[in-house]
């Protein structure tokens, strides 16, 4: 074989492997993390006062068996109090965040990417209509750099909120 033809099938093979890469879904899940690196989501403040895995604040109960992997980590963000956030770090060029609402409460949450605020998203400010709405997706971005990125979740300002974490997907 030529080296010309061998160059040809080298390069063939490496426009084919990058053009037509799988794209594959993986998860975060709030309490066991990224189900390929084990990575866990970052939450702050840290001493586990703030997010409680299994926290039931504002009379919310969700059924561990419709919570992914039956676990959520929850929050009461008070207006105007400290910070607190979620950080997710991942590599691709997806991301979806899926949170527990519930008619009773408001959830509220800013996005920052990548040290980016994302002001055109404007704040997530949702109330379910059914007692409590699993799997809802409160936040998603595609498109992405197939690159390292770092999304934080965090409620802030003059609303109080209630943050139920269960799971985030990345592509
Ligand atoms: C990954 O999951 C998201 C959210 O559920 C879905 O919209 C998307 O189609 C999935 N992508 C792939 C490649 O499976
Ligand atoms: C939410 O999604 C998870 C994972 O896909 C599933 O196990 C669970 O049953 C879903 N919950 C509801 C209420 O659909
Ligand atoms: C959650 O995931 C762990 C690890 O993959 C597994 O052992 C466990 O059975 C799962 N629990 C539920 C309720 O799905």
Not at 32 to 49: A, M
Request: proline share 5%; aromatic share 16%; charged share 20%.
């Amino acid at each position: 074989m030529s080296c010309i033809h061998l160059l040809k099938i080298v390069i063939y093979f490496i426009l084919f492997n990058s053009t037509f890469a799988v794209l594959v879904n993986r998860t975060i899940d709030d309490q066991l993390g990224d189900e390929v690196t084990g990575d866990k989501p970052i939450y702050q403040p840290s001493d586990r006062k703030v997010w409680v895995p299994q926290g039931t604040k504002g009379g919310i109960k969700p059924d561990p068996k419709s919570a992914f992997n039956g676990t959520w980590t929850a929050a009461f963000y008070r207006a105007n109090s400290p910070k607190i956030s979620i950080t997710l770090e991942f590599k691709g060029t997806a991301i979806y965040v899926f949170f527990i609402l519930s008619k009773k409460t408001i959830t509220g949450c800013f996005f920052t990417l990548n040290g980016n605020f994302l002001p055109l998203s404007g704040p997530f400010i949702k109330k379910s209509w059914l007692d409590t709405q699993y799997n809802a997706t409160i936040f998603s971005k595609t498109d992405l750099a197939n690159s390292d990125h770092t999304l934080e979740i965090s409620p802030q300002g003059t609303c109080d909120a209630y943050i139920y974490f269960d799971y985030a997907i990345y592509t």
